[in-house]
């Protein structure tokens, strides 16, 4: 059998509209031709470096810079796999990852030479001054990707045991791409924001779909809020990808000012969204699109259609066209609005971890991918995702949600932000505990008199604790697990 194969992404379209912009930082922008000479060039540099490995992995620690995505599309080129590391991390974190994979070659961003500094014999460090002042030498580019060839590898946060490298190819990048355009529809005039990490999912797909789609990229090195506010209301991008955190962010500083016309598109990820910031979107008339997607299924997996973004409030939406999705509970295939697991399918789906049999005999089953988090789908098809597997808190025998919880709170005027964790209880197993980020005026007693009113008696949080700001990762994704590590460490232990 015929491996699949496509046109070298970068070099096809450099050749369909080498005139057409690709990417800008708002000081330096290139076209995609120039975009295919810059990163051949840094190929050609970079082949002088690892043009004796017989290691099929390369490291890469960038910041969102046009530099980093230049030397992502030359690993490309080059015909290795990028292993993408967290710069969030810390150096024992990036250590065992760099070990995991037997990197011998890891790329970075000058700003990142101190947190590397534990590179010893066996793995050559170089930053991107180095690289950049390296003699080329010529290596001969390939015409075709091979599908199933491991295009990039990114490390699962390890909310449940040792962090694992996800396998991403070739197709599963290429069909997330294409069953993103068949929901979102593409225009020769979009232009994606991109101010989430590259190293990241929901960033390393925009590069991919930049190049696959011929579609330009408005790089933001950081999250600037304000900045970013302007250039939404500019009209100069359409799409942007966010998390709640964000979005919330966005729309404070916003106030009454609205987006331009030509904004079409606010891709929200990152796990279930409150129901007053999407009421609150809508209002203002934010074209919020919810999507349901992790690194093991190379983003968006399920992403509701334009259509259904304001009937169906607060669902994911259903399955992108290749994909598939099923909800499984203990008896076995559930029926509609019954909560169990959420499975998926599809070619965008990940072959599995790296040199992690016992994970990967687990993970799949039947060509099927266990998420290890709980949902629903309802009599139309339409997923709601109720949160993760291991952050669900069992209180007297009844499941609690956090994130249905952090929800309500976020609904209380005030509470600027919240995160909510199952903690130890000798009569009900488990209670839930409120971390929140609040305004001075605002007291417990106010938080829990409006829970009181939005919550069942059994999920209303029995604890609330105040903190100056709340774990996020490099996406702006909550991170449960730090609050409960920081519960049992005894931090908070004699608050009320």
Not at 435 to 444: A, C, G, H, Y
Request: net charge negative; charged share 20%; glycine share 8%.
């Amino acid at each position: 059998m015929t491996t699949q194969q496509l046109p070298n992404w970068l070099k096809q379209r450099a050749f369909l509209t080498p005139d057409r912009m690709a990417i800008s930082n708002g000081d330096v922008e290139y076209t995609f031709g120039e975009l295919w000479e810059k990163s051949i060039h840094i190929g050609e540099q970079l082949h002088t470096i690892v043009k004796s490995s017989n290691h099929p992995f390369v490291g890469l620690m960038i910041k969102n810079k046009v530099e980093s995505v230049l030397v992502v599309h030359a690993i490309q080129q080059l015909g290795f796999t990028t292993v993408l590391l967290n710069n969030k991390l810390s150096s024992n974190e990036l250590s065992f990852q760099i070990q995991d994979m037997e990197l011998t070659t890891v790329i970075y961003d000058d700003e990142f030479e101190g947190k590397l500094s534990f590179l010893g014999e066996h793995v050559d460090g170089i930053p991107f001054s180095q690289l950049l002042q390296t003699a080329p030498t010529r290596f001969k580019v390939k015409d075709y990707f091979q599908l199933d060839q491991a295009c990039s590898v990114m490390y699962t946060s390890g909310t449940t045991g040792a962090p694992k490298g996800v396998l991403q190819s070739y197709g599963n990048h290429w069909w997330s791409a294409i069953g993103s355009s068949l929901n979102l529809g593409i225009s020769e005039n979009d232009a994606w924001l991109c101010s989430v990490p590259l190293f990241h999912i929901s960033g390393y797909s925009i590069l991919m779909r930049s190049v696959i789609y011929g579609m330009k990229v408005r790089l933001f090195e950081t999250f600037d809020v304000e900045t970013i506010n302007h250039e939404l209301e500019s009209g100069r991008v359409t799409i942007m990808s966010v998390v709640s955190n964000m979005l919330q962010r966005l729309m404070n500083d916003a106030g009454n000012r609205t987006y331009h016309p030509n904004f079409r598109c606010m891709l929200l990820g990152g796990g279930p969204a409150p129901l007053p910031l999407l009421q609150a979107c809508k209002d203002k008339g934010v074209p919020v699109f919810q999507t349901y997607g992790m690194t093991e299924t190379a983003s968006q997996i399920v992403t509701l259609s334009p259509e259904y973004s304001m009937t169906k409030l607060g669902s994911a939406g259903k399955p992108l066209f290749p994909s598939e999705l099923r909800i499984q509970n203990e008896k076995g295939a559930a029926q509609a609005n019954q909560e169990g697991e959420i499975l998926v399918k599809g070619p965008n789906v990940t072959t599995g971890y790296y040199q992690r049999e016992e994970a990967n005999a687990k993970s799949f089953e039947n060509g099927w991918f266990h998420t290890g988090d709980i949902g629903f789908v309802d009599e139309d098809g339409f997923l709601f995702v109720l949160d993760r597997r291991s952050d669900l808190i069992i209180s007297g025998g009844e499941n609690v949600y956090p994130a249905e919880i952090e929800s309500v709170l976020l609904g209380c005027e005030g509470v600027e932000d919240a995160g909510v964790v199952g903690i130890p209880n000798d009569t009900w197993g488990q209670i839930p505990c409120a971390f929140i980020v609040k305004k001075e005026r605002l007291t417990k007693e106010e938080i829990l008199n409006y829970c009181s009113d939005n919550l069942a008696s059994y999920k209303q949080p029995k604890k609330i604790i105040q903190v100056d700001e709340l774990p996020r990762n490099a996406s702006n994704k909550l991170l449960r697990r730090v609050l409960r590590d920081q519960w049992e460490k005894g931090l908070y232990a004699d608050e009320d």
